[in-house]
């Protein structure tokens, strides 16, 4: 009787080279996904459990946003890495992470206007691209946030911000992390630059394409000359209308981004989709990044909505290199072997996401038997 042949691993299993030297046993990226469990600012030690549960050998990680001075925080209990001690605290949670042989960035962040007078110091101002406040918000849970004016930065101002990523960056490559992720999406300090409605400026950060995306081009040399840009990446999120933060063309303006990046030879460039269409009653991804792909030199990561399916289709057309996992890896610490067996999925709860429980919706999603 003939031995009957292995079977074919799925797309998303098969092992890519990341730049020259990261290798990659398969394409399953964790996203960064707000915590909100790093008591004052410093990570603890249930972030290591966290992590650790979620890494594979030759896996990639993406932590939660960390922010990257004392201006840019926005939410109770988000991590940080501008002190030592946050730095520090880092790093047995990248150990954890390293010891299951994966690879561990760090996502760097300022809020920006989307803030509160409370986390700012000394009660100031939070700082933006503008003086247009954030509209209201409407929570997870059905509540209501609202958010303090901001003050526009002056420009001479602004490179004091640049250096602030520069720092964070070195203050991560420190305590360990295989590179930086730059957070420019979401509605968060860098889009605001970026972004129309948001970037009012007459200055040379604002007006045309190539001065709203001024700031963030800069945040991406400073960074990628302080560690290297082969331990860079990018995260961006053109088509998204977060915290009243939109574009009125979107497509010029990730195009115009994925295109200067290969300026900066950094690692990879990670977008979000739009948003996922109906059809047939299944939720699809609209496969909306080909052109940034296309445009941009490096490794590209597609995120948004993915499933099994659709992570599959994005890998196997080369639409995607990797594809990163929210929500999904949040309730599923064994993805990647769930996704590779096709095994069922736990559910997910939204009204853990955000809780400061260190267990409870953070460490006790359940294992494959």
């Known amino acids: ?33 707000t915590r909100q469990r790093s008591y004052g600012n410093v990570p603890q030690p249930h972030a290591a459990v966290y992590y650790g549960q ?35 605290a ?7 992470v390293h010891a299951k042989g994966a690879l561990f960035f760090c996502q760097l962040w ?70 930086v992720e730059i957070h420019g999406g979401n509605g968060y300090l860098i889009e605001q630059f970026l972004k129309d409605s ?25 960074v990628a000359k302080e560690v290297g840009a082969h331990r860079v990446g990018i995260r961006l999120s053109p088509f998204m209308d977060y915290m009243d933060c939109h574009d009125s063309d979107p497509h010029a303006l990730g195009l115009h981004m994925a295109t200067k990046l290969n300026d900066h030879g950094i690692l990879y460039l990670h977008m979000i989709e739009p948003r996922m269409a109906l059809v047939d ?6 496969h909306r990044l080909l052109p940034y792909r296309e445009a941009f030199k490096g490794t590209f990561i597609a995120n948004g909505g993915y499933d099994r399916e659709e992570g599959d289709k994005a890998v196997a057309s ?29 559910k997910y709860n939204r009204l853990t996401f955000y809780i400061s429980d260190p267990v409870v919706g953070y460490t006790d999603y359940p294992f494959l038997p």
């Open 198 to 222: 948001a970037n009012d400026r007459d200055d040379g950060y604002g007006g045309n394409l190539e001065n709203r995306c001024r700031f963030a081009l800069e945040v991406v040399d400073a």
């Open 90 to 96: 880092w790093r047995p949670v990248v150990d954890a």
């Open 110 to 179: 300022h809020v920006g206007r989307v803030s509160k007078y409370g986390f700012q110091p000394g009660g100031a101002a939070p700082v933006s691209s503008t003086e247009r406040m954030v509209g209201p918000q409407v929570r997870h849970d059905g509540s209501t946030e609202e958010f303090s004016p901001p003050r526009r930065l002056a420009a001479e101002e602004i490179p004091m911000i640049v250096d602030d990523f520069r720092k964070a960056a070195r203050n991560a490559i420190n305590a360990g992390f295989d590179g």
């Open 281 to 286: 009653g299944r939720r699809v991804v609209p």
């Open 54 to 88: 979620r890494a594979t050998p030759g896996g990639m990680l993406i932590t939660e946003a960390t922010g990257v001075s004392d201006t840019a925080q926005g939410y109770t209990d988000t991590p940080g890495v501008w002190t030592a001690e946050q730095a520090e």
């Open 1 to 33: 009787m003939e031995p009957q042949a292995e079977p074919k691993p799925i797309p998303l299993m098969t092992p890519y080279k990341m730049g020259a030297s990261l290798d990659l046993a398969h394409r399953v990226v964790l996203a960064p996904l």
């Open 318 to 346: 080369g639409y995607a290199d990797l594809v990163s996992f929210g929500r999904l890896f949040l309730a599923n610490p064994d993805l990647p072997k769930r996704l590779e067996l096709n095994a069922p999925l736990n």
